[in-house]
């Protein structure tokens, strides 16, 4: 089974149609490198299980509203489900489907021992007050609560979400069991269990994928950031205390520039305060798709996916692209910056650091054992470095891509799981 992506007219797909349609792609073409069979393929491809629910949110002035949630475990072959939790309006199966892929392949490769799973709520968390996110959060967790637990599957915060959200999933399924289940959930505050380090994980991860991937010192290296959330902003603000020079940011509702180096702790007051990174007063406005074309060293997306497209591939200049978020590039898009010689770091190598924290908080919370921060930061750094090694090492022998040879070793593990366990026909 080869799984062919044709070139679409944008309008005919959903965000959510082309992210699945990429990771259907990459395992495809893992599976070729592989030589997998045609049944692996096609389990492989298949989620194991998906989960459509219906969560109905009763709003401040008591109008009820029902928005639709997903909880997919993509494959358990090496151990329980893994994966965030994203409310967003532009969410649907097939984009949490994709997501959900791209953990199995990104735990198998960072060699934690868990599926992959994701979930996602088609609603914008701005548009609702405190108390309804909290209604509806327990509402979604209540619905989706029988796949869930530390064994079975273990959800973490993504886009939208928050320690405050994840806090919230401990409680709900904590009544539910009768007792504190701090293992259920990762991302939590650390009243709860959470884990020194979590917060900053992923952006570590991709600290030190960058640092790995420059291969030479970061003092001076310009950086434009795509999305400046949970881990664009700590990407931005882990690089620039490296050295680099962060000349762009943007968020949903524009982007700043400034050539001589933004100010990253002011301009996260500013977001604070203002909501978002327009209007930024010690910097210029810019279109938030030029961001992307920027003369720039290092290029990290941090936002959604299919940011890099095949429409704007041709005219990226970063020379190395650090995928923060999950999907960013098509795999039309990757074509073209091969041919350009631009270094993609892949999002499952790249953006790991926040699952790898994510499992040492899940294993601290399952001993009752806490960890010190230096001790979580030296596990994140070791473990990163080691995929990153075994990765670049393919790719170099190979002459494949990062991503190609990333995505080689990820499906490579989860179909010597399938094997060792018998379990496909
Ligand atoms: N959180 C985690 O631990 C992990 C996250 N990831 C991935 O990283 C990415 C970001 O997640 P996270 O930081 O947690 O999410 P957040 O919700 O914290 O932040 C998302 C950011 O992206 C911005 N954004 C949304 N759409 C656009 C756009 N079209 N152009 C520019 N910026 C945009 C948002 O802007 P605004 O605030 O204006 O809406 C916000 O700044 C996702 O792909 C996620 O799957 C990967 C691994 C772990
Ligand atoms: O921390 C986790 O368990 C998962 C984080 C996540 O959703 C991701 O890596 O995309």
Known sequence: MTVMVPSRTPALITPGR?????????????????????????????????????????????RMEVVQGFRVQHNVSRGPAKGGIRFHPGTDLDEVTALAMWMTWKCALVGIPYGGAKGGVAVDPAALTTRELERLTRRYVNEILPIIGPEKDIPAPDVGTDEQTMAWIMDTYSVNAGYSVPGVVTGKPMTLGGSLGRTGATARGVLIATLTALGRSPEGVRVAVQGFGKVGAQAARYLAEAGCVIVAVSDAGGAVHRAAGLDVAGLRAWTAEAGGVSGYPHADAMDPADLLELDVDVLVPAALEGAITEDNAPRVRARLIVEGANGPTTPQADEILAATGTTVVPDILANAGGVIVSYLEWVQNMQALPWSAAEVERKLTAMMREAYGEVAALASDRGRTLRQAAHAIGVGRVAEAHRARGLYP
């Open 18 to 62: 082309q992210a699945l349609d990429s990771a259907l792609h990459q395992l495809g073409q893992a599976a070729e490198h592989l030589g997998l069979d045609d049944g692996l393929r096609t389990i492989l491809a298949t989620p194991r299980r998906s989960l459509t629910v219906s969560v109905p949110v009763r709003r401040e002035d008591g």
